[in-house]
Protein backbone atom coordinates (compact mmCIF):
# COMPACT_ATOMS: atom_id res chain seq x y z
CA UNK A 1 0.00 0.00 0.00
CA UNK A 2 0.85 3.83 -0.21
CA UNK A 3 2.75 5.12 2.35
CA UNK A 4 2.91 8.59 4.01
CA UNK A 5 3.25 10.94 1.03
CA UNK A 6 3.36 15.08 1.48
CA UNK A 7 3.49 17.83 -1.16
CA UNK A 8 4.79 20.01 -2.25
CA UNK A 9 8.44 18.34 -1.96
CA UNK A 10 9.74 21.55 -2.32
CA UNK A 11 8.37 25.40 -1.56
CA UNK A 12 9.68 28.40 -2.03
CA UNK A 13 8.09 31.31 -0.52
CA UNK A 14 9.47 35.32 0.19
CA UNK A 15 9.37 36.59 3.60
CA UNK A 16 5.93 37.49 4.25
CA UNK A 17 3.85 35.04 1.64
CA UNK A 18 1.90 32.38 3.43
CA UNK A 19 1.96 28.50 2.71
CA UNK A 20 0.59 25.57 2.90
CA UNK A 21 1.86 21.87 3.64
CA UNK A 22 -0.24 19.08 2.63
CA UNK A 23 0.13 14.93 4.26
CA UNK A 24 -1.76 12.52 3.09
CA UNK A 25 -1.39 9.97 5.88
CA UNK A 26 -1.65 5.68 5.62
CA UNK A 27 -5.01 5.32 4.73
CA UNK A 28 -6.66 4.09 8.46
CA UNK A 29 -3.96 5.59 10.71
CA UNK A 30 -5.35 7.25 13.67
CA UNK A 31 -2.45 8.93 14.75
CA UNK A 32 -0.82 12.01 12.94
CA UNK A 33 1.85 14.11 13.65
CA UNK A 34 4.26 17.48 12.15
CA UNK A 35 7.57 17.32 13.35
CA UNK A 36 10.37 20.45 11.56
CA UNK A 37 13.75 19.59 10.84
CA UNK A 38 16.85 21.54 10.87
CA UNK A 39 20.13 20.87 8.83
CA UNK A 40 21.87 18.50 11.08
CA UNK A 41 19.08 18.03 13.44
CA UNK A 42 16.69 15.63 14.29
CA UNK A 43 12.85 16.01 13.99
CA UNK A 44 10.90 18.42 16.20
CA UNK A 45 7.82 17.83 17.12
CA UNK A 46 5.32 20.17 16.23
CA UNK A 47 1.55 18.89 16.83
CA UNK A 48 0.08 16.06 17.20
CA UNK A 49 -3.51 14.42 15.90
CA UNK A 50 -5.68 11.34 16.53
CA UNK A 51 -8.56 11.77 13.71
CA UNK A 52 -9.45 15.01 13.57
CA UNK A 53 -8.80 16.13 17.39
CA UNK A 54 -5.68 17.88 17.74
CA UNK A 55 -4.70 16.88 21.54
CA UNK A 56 -1.46 18.71 21.23
CA UNK A 57 0.32 21.75 19.93
CA UNK A 58 2.53 22.61 22.32
CA UNK A 59 5.65 22.48 19.49
CA UNK A 60 4.24 25.03 17.44
CA UNK A 61 7.17 27.51 17.45
CA UNK A 62 4.63 30.39 17.18
CA UNK A 63 0.71 31.24 16.36
CA UNK A 64 1.81 31.86 12.84
CA UNK A 65 1.45 28.24 12.74
CA UNK A 66 -1.82 26.97 12.66
CA UNK A 67 -2.40 22.93 11.51
CA UNK A 68 -5.41 21.14 10.65
CA UNK A 69 -7.10 17.73 10.17
CA UNK A 70 -10.72 18.31 9.64
CA UNK A 71 -12.10 15.08 8.48
CA UNK A 72 -9.15 12.51 10.32
CA UNK A 73 -7.39 12.07 7.23
CA UNK A 74 -5.47 14.44 5.19
CA UNK A 75 -3.49 16.88 7.13
CA UNK A 76 -2.54 20.76 6.33
CA UNK A 77 0.15 22.73 8.18
CA UNK A 78 -0.11 26.42 7.52
CA UNK A 79 2.54 28.91 8.18
CA UNK A 80 1.67 32.95 8.13
CA UNK A 81 3.85 35.73 7.33
CA UNK A 82 6.60 32.76 6.68
CA UNK A 83 10.04 34.13 8.47
CA UNK A 84 13.76 33.51 7.46
CA UNK A 85 13.93 31.16 10.69
CA UNK A 86 10.99 28.79 9.25
CA UNK A 87 13.20 27.62 6.74
CA UNK A 88 13.68 23.41 7.56
CA UNK A 89 12.30 20.71 6.44
CA UNK A 90 8.70 19.84 7.42
CA UNK A 91 7.74 16.23 8.43
CA UNK A 92 4.86 14.45 8.52
CA UNK A 93 3.79 10.98 10.20
CA UNK A 94 0.93 8.81 10.79
CA UNK A 95 0.78 5.74 12.92
CA UNK A 96 -1.83 3.22 13.17
CA UNK A 97 -3.46 3.95 16.75
CA UNK A 98 -2.47 5.49 19.75
CA UNK A 99 -1.63 2.04 21.82
CA UNK A 100 1.08 2.27 19.10
CA UNK A 101 1.88 5.80 18.39
CA UNK A 102 5.29 5.97 18.83
CA UNK A 103 5.96 3.74 16.21
CA UNK A 104 5.97 6.23 13.36
CA UNK A 105 5.63 5.83 9.61
CA UNK A 106 7.09 9.12 7.67
CA UNK A 107 6.61 10.89 4.74
CA UNK A 108 9.67 12.28 2.76
CA UNK A 109 9.22 16.03 4.14
CA UNK A 110 8.78 18.99 2.44
CA UNK A 111 11.80 21.30 2.17
CA UNK A 112 11.03 25.35 2.89
CA UNK A 113 12.87 27.93 2.11
CA UNK A 114 11.86 31.32 2.58
CA UNK A 115 14.29 33.86 1.26
CA UNK B 1 12.26 19.33 28.84
CA UNK B 2 13.11 15.55 27.88
CA UNK B 3 16.70 15.30 26.09
CA UNK B 4 18.22 12.36 23.47
CA UNK B 5 21.89 12.68 23.67
CA UNK B 6 23.36 10.40 21.07
CA UNK B 7 27.11 9.81 20.52
CA UNK B 8 29.14 9.86 18.51
CA UNK B 9 27.90 12.90 16.24
CA UNK B 10 30.10 11.11 13.28
CA UNK B 11 31.00 8.20 11.99
CA UNK B 12 33.21 7.10 9.52
CA UNK B 13 34.20 3.15 9.06
CA UNK B 14 35.63 0.68 6.96
CA UNK B 15 33.71 -1.60 5.69
CA UNK B 16 33.46 -5.05 7.43
CA UNK B 17 33.91 -2.97 11.06
CA UNK B 18 31.53 -3.47 13.77
CA UNK B 19 30.31 0.00 15.36
CA UNK B 20 28.26 1.27 18.41
CA UNK B 21 26.17 4.18 18.80
CA UNK B 22 25.00 5.45 22.14
CA UNK B 23 21.17 7.36 23.09
CA UNK B 24 21.40 8.46 26.69
CA UNK B 25 18.77 11.06 28.89
CA UNK B 26 18.07 11.73 32.19
CA UNK B 27 14.63 11.30 31.69
CA UNK B 28 12.52 7.43 31.86
CA UNK B 29 10.71 6.54 28.14
CA UNK B 30 7.55 4.05 27.72
CA UNK B 31 9.67 2.85 24.81
CA UNK B 32 12.25 3.66 22.52
CA UNK B 33 12.81 4.04 19.08
CA UNK B 34 15.21 3.80 16.34
CA UNK B 35 15.29 4.93 12.81
CA UNK B 36 17.29 5.51 9.84
CA UNK B 37 17.02 8.64 7.52
CA UNK B 38 18.58 8.64 4.16
CA UNK B 39 18.80 12.31 2.19
CA UNK B 40 15.70 13.57 1.05
CA UNK B 41 13.76 11.24 2.73
CA UNK B 42 11.94 10.67 6.00
CA UNK B 43 12.90 8.55 8.98
CA UNK B 44 12.20 4.93 8.66
CA UNK B 45 11.51 3.28 11.76
CA UNK B 46 13.80 0.18 12.29
CA UNK B 47 12.84 -0.93 16.04
CA UNK B 48 10.64 -0.42 19.01
CA UNK B 49 12.14 -1.21 22.42
CA UNK B 50 9.48 -1.22 25.52
CA UNK B 51 10.85 -3.46 28.14
CA UNK B 52 14.04 -2.04 30.93
CA UNK B 53 17.27 -5.00 29.71
CA UNK B 54 15.40 -5.49 26.25
CA UNK B 55 17.27 -6.40 23.56
CA UNK B 56 16.15 -6.95 19.80
CA UNK B 57 18.05 -7.87 16.78
CA UNK B 58 17.57 -7.27 13.13
CA UNK B 59 19.55 -9.49 11.31
CA UNK B 60 23.02 -7.71 11.84
CA UNK B 61 21.25 -5.09 14.13
CA UNK B 62 21.49 -4.97 17.90
CA UNK B 63 19.48 -2.58 19.88
CA UNK B 64 19.32 -2.51 23.29
CA UNK B 65 17.26 -0.56 26.38
CA UNK B 66 18.77 -0.16 29.69
CA UNK B 67 17.70 -1.32 32.70
CA UNK B 68 16.07 2.05 33.59
CA UNK B 69 14.82 2.87 30.37
CA UNK B 70 17.38 6.11 29.77
CA UNK B 71 19.10 4.83 27.72
CA UNK B 72 19.52 2.79 24.22
CA UNK B 73 22.41 1.44 22.05
CA UNK B 74 22.99 0.68 18.79
CA UNK B 75 25.53 -2.10 17.84
CA UNK B 76 26.31 -3.15 13.97
CA UNK B 77 28.66 -5.85 13.25
CA UNK B 78 30.15 -6.53 10.12
CA UNK B 79 28.89 -3.04 8.66
CA UNK B 80 28.06 -2.45 4.77
CA UNK B 81 27.80 0.57 2.52
CA UNK B 82 23.96 0.17 2.47
CA UNK B 83 24.36 1.02 6.66
CA UNK B 84 25.15 4.85 5.52
CA UNK B 85 22.38 6.72 6.85
CA UNK B 86 21.47 9.40 9.39
CA UNK B 87 20.73 6.58 13.06
CA UNK B 88 17.98 8.81 15.00
CA UNK B 89 16.55 7.37 18.79
CA UNK B 90 13.50 8.61 19.68
CA UNK B 91 11.55 8.28 23.37
CA UNK B 92 8.46 8.34 23.28
CA UNK B 93 5.85 9.90 26.42
CA UNK B 94 2.33 11.79 27.01
CA UNK B 95 1.79 10.64 23.17
CA UNK B 96 4.82 12.89 22.25
CA UNK B 97 8.31 11.89 20.73
CA UNK B 98 11.37 13.19 21.46
CA UNK B 99 14.32 13.19 19.29
CA UNK B 100 18.03 12.98 19.45
CA UNK B 101 20.21 15.04 16.94
CA UNK B 102 21.48 11.60 15.35
CA UNK B 103 24.27 10.28 14.40
CA UNK B 104 25.43 9.87 10.84
CA UNK B 105 27.42 6.87 10.06
CA UNK B 106 29.17 6.22 7.28
CA UNK B 107 30.46 2.70 6.24
CA UNK B 108 33.17 3.15 2.94
CA UNK B 109 34.01 0.09 0.90
Known amino acids: GAGVSQSPRYKVAKRGQDVALRCDPI?????LFWYQQALGQGPEFLTY????????KSGLPSDRFFAERPEGSVSTLKIQRTQKEDSAVYLC?????????????FGPGTRLTVT | TQLLEQSPQFLSIQEGENLTVYCNSS?????LQWYRQEPGEGPVLLVTVVTGGEVKKLKRLTFQFGDARKDSSLHITAAQPGDTGLYLC?????????FGDGTTLTVKP
Open chain 1, 93 to 105: ASSYSWRNAYEQY
Open chain 2, 27 to 31: SVFSS
Open chain 2, 90 to 98: AGGNAGKST
Open chain 1, 49 to 56: FQNEAQLD
Open chain 1, 27 to 31: SGHVS
